[in-house]
């Protein structure tokens, strides 16, 4: 079982920058592929950017150039730098393991709204 706790989201104007971070919890996340999912009102949820336990890393195309996800297995951490941010990137964001687990499992996400 991991629980996650994503905090950093914020308002931000377009072309500005965010830190997004997940906390997890439980010894199984040293071992885990996690990633940073994102749901805009009336669209799903999906996939932005994963990164194995080893560090390997994959990115959506809408964000490729302008994300970057990192993780600190001792400190059981998952980041989201997010740079060049567009009115398209506001979302709720979450954290969760790749492929994604059950309903229970999900944090309460972190808000990301980019307008002037």
């Known amino acids: 079982q991991v629980q996650l706790v994503e905090s950093g989201g914020g308002l931000v104007q377009p072309g500005g920058s965010l830190r997004l971070s997940c906390a997890a919890s439980?010894?199984?996340?040293?071992?885990?592929?996690m990633a940073w999912y994102r749901q805009a009102p009336g669209i799903q949820r999906e996939l932005v950017a994963r990164?194995?336990?080893?560090?390997?890393?994959n990115y959506v195309d809408s964000v490729k150039g302008r994300f970057t996800i990192s993780r600190d297995n001792a400190k059981n951490m998952v980041y989201l730098q997010m740079n060049s941010l567009k009115p398209e990137d506001t979302a709720v964001y979450y954290c969760?393991?790749?492929?994604?687990?059950?309903?229970?499992?999900w944090g309460q996400g972190t808000q990301v709204t980019v307008s002037s």
């Open positions: 990164i194995t336990n080893t560090g390997s890393t």
């Open positions: 439980g010894s199984i996340f040293r071992i885990l592929t």
């Open positions: 969760n393991p790749y492929p994604m687990w059950g309903p229970d499992s």
